[in-house]
């Protein structure tokens, strides 16, 4: 089982990210659980949303402890201590303007999404594409599961815009071509 959570604020779209990302995983063939986490209910509040991603039926429907992958929309959420929740070969992708010589840990890949979502959205909202980055270093989120799932969720050129921004984030992160 894939496990990841989000930390982002009220109203950046972790949880819609978490829900795109496990829509994507059913379209490949896999099973999910998108649930978020919500603290005080306002803009700006720190949350958190979990994805799981399975090929057997998910039945754990807790808070992940234990992550493949973190994922930090606001990097003033980001603190060391989260790398102990992550699994051995686990990664933290975040959105940061800092660079990767920044933090101690290899695990740890950072990514300046909202200087591209500005270019591309007119707006800082990163959460189409951090899966751009996620999608570039894990094998089984592909593409074109992520396009269908960002075309369900969102209509027209709000759409349009956000799979721009997953493909410029998707090619920068190593991405494997369009597949």
Do not use: C, H
């Amino acid at each position: 089982m894939k496990e990841i959570t989000w930390y982002g604020r009220g109203g950046q779209g972790a949880f819609t990210a978490s829900r795109i990302l496990g829509a994507a995983a059913m379209t490949g063939g896999f099973k999910s659980l998108a649930f978020p986490s919500f603290g005080p209910e306002r803009r700006g509040a720190p949350i958190r949303a979990f994805t799981r991603i399975s090929k057997d039926r998910i039945v754990d429907r807790s808070i992940v402890r234990n992550n493949d992958y973190i994922i930090v929309l606001d990097d003033t959420l980001y603190d060391s201590a989260l790398l102990k929740s992550l699994k051995e070969n686990g990664r933290l992708l975040i959105n940061t303007n800092r660079d990767r010589n920044y933090f101690d840990d290899e695990r740890v890949l950072p990514g300046d999404i909202s200087s591209y979502a500005e270019q591309i959205l007119k707006r800082p909202i990163v959460n189409i594409g951090i899966l751009g980055m996620l999608a570039a270093v894990d094998p089984d989120i592909g593409p074109g599961e992520i396009y269908k799932a960002v075309t369900e969720y969102m209509s027209g050129k709000v759409a349009d815009n956000n799979i721009m921004l997953f493909d410029m984030i998707y090619n920068t992160y190593g991405g494997r071509g369009n597949d």
